[in-house]
């Protein structure tokens, strides 16, 4: 019997998370809290609600249909005020809101129907030297839904990467890691307590974790995301690529990420307090900087992905 995953979402012929025309399943479920997460519905495990108040009509469906009087009316024009801790049945609004104004986030698939869905593209993927890539949220959570649909792929001659952020026992990832064709590697921060300010979790793991995927001679994507007043600080960046270096051959290229804030509707959708609101944005001038230096000791970069 075919395993189930929870998946997020797919994204087609994405350039931006692996070689070539890509399809980037986003697995639901994380464990991290990065505070510049751009896919915040992908952290928590089971399916999500999205709520679109521009959609809103403020009929009052919703407010009669709600667990726990969770759903009241707002101001007029501002839609519905959502109680999400007491409303047991928001799932439910998904299909009673005659606006769609709720949307479901997340679809439960079989490695087998998955893995057909993706194939669909498989012209693609030979023509342009692409393939899968699995993301997230954190796919090896889900390491042995991953594993399997990622073997049916391979077996149709499909490139599979894993993009993880490797906060998780060896033992799990390893099985993942011997089948997948590439691994992008989030490397967040270098110094423990910036990555455990940053994530909430320490990054002791993460980094052996590294070195071992990089003992196998897998190939490794290299990513570093750069969040002003976060994880800029100049000496960590210099760690980090320090460490990168030391990976050896296995690593492939390293990609420098700026900050954006294209996630940050989904927050608002999800009922969310965003927390970088603030930030300054990252200047091309830094990323240039930390081009120039991964570059002086022998790494191939991009910025931008």
């Not at 490695?111 to 699995?134: I, Q």
Request: with cysteine; net charge neutral; glycine share 8%.
């Amino acid at each position: 019997m075919m395993r189930t995953g929870l998946i997020s979402r797919i994204q087609r012929y994405s350039t931006k998370d692996g070689p070539g025309l890509r399809s980037t399943v986003f697995m639901q479920q994380c464990n991290l809290r990065c505070q510049w997460c751009a896919n915040p519905e992908t952290i928590r495990p089971g399916f999500n609600v999205f709520w679109f108040k521009e959609r809103c009509r403020q009929c009052g469906t919703c407010v009669q249909a709600a667990a726990n009087n969770a759903i009241t009316l707002a101001a007029p024009g501002q839609g519905v005020n959502i109680d999400r801790k007491n409303c047991t049945n928001l799932l439910e609004m998904v299909d009673l809101c005659p606006y769609d104004a709720y949307e479901k986030v997340g679809k439960e698939m079989t490695s087998r129907e998955l893995a057909d869905l993706l194939l669909r593209d498989k012209a693609f993927y030979d023509t342009s030297h692409g393939g899968v890539t699995f993301s997230g949220g954190e796919p090896a959570l889900q390491a042995e839904f991953v594993n399997e649909t990622a073997r049916l792929l391979k077996a149709e001659g499909v490139h599979v990467c894993l993009d993880t952020a490797g906060n998780i026992r060896w033992e799990k990832l390893r099985p993942l890691i011997e089948t997948v064709d590439m691994v992008s590697y989030d490397f967040k921060a270098f110094d423990a307590d910036i990555h455990l300010n940053c994530a909430r979790v320490d990054n002791r793991l993460i980094l052996e974790n590294a070195k071992a995927i990089a003992a196998m001679g897998k190939p490794i994507l290299a990513r570093m995301v750069i969040v002003p007043t976060r994880n800029d600080q100049p000496d960590d960046i210099r760690k980090r690529l320090d460490f990168i270096r030391q990976l050896g051959s296995a690593v492939q290229q390293v990609d420098i990420l700026e900050y954006h804030i294209y996630g940050v509707g989904k927050y608002q959708k999800l009922g969310w307090t965003y927390l970088l609101n603030d930030i300054p944005a990252c200047q091309p001038d830094m990323t240039t900087q930390i081009k120039q230096y991964a570059e002086d000791i022998g790494l191939k970069v991009t910025i931008g992905g």
